[in-house]
């Protein structure tokens, strides 16, 4: 599970759908719809034991709703690869908190990284 707030992808993402809508017009859902859905995923977290104080933090759903937000309005997704170092640095935070920010990163293709 996603421990951490991932700020530049999720940003990113957001700000291009944002953009999608304000310069070409992306046709949002009505009022209606966003609270409706709202309404089912509060239900559906409510579920899986969520407390209400933690509805922002999306967790496990962060990659889907990244995808969401790219398909919908039509940009390139954030590669695999992005979310393959975050969860290895989630982990490293748990297994080498004092040496997981030395870690440097080369992306050798949009699927994988190698540590240097």
């Not at 393959?84 to 990163?105: A, P």
Request: with cysteine; proline share 5%.
């Amino acid at each position: 599970m996603l421990v951490h707030f991932t700020t530049f992808p999720t940003v990113d993402c957001q700000i291009r759908f944002f953009l999608e809508h304000l310069v070409r017009g992306l046709q949002l859902p009505s009022k209606k719809e966003m609270y409706s859905d709202t309404a089912l995923e509060r239900k559906r977290r409510i579920a899986e034991g969520m407390r209400d104080q933690d509805f922002h933090k999306l967790g496990d759903d962060l990659w889907p709703y990244l995808e969401y937000l790219s398909s919908t309005a039509g940009f390139k997704p954030v590669p695999p690869v992005v979310q393959k170092m975050v969860q290895y640095t989630d982990v490293q935070r748990v297994v080498n908190l004092q040496g997981y920010k030395k870690h440097t990163y080369k992306v050798t293709d949009s699927h994988s990284f190698e540590t240097i």
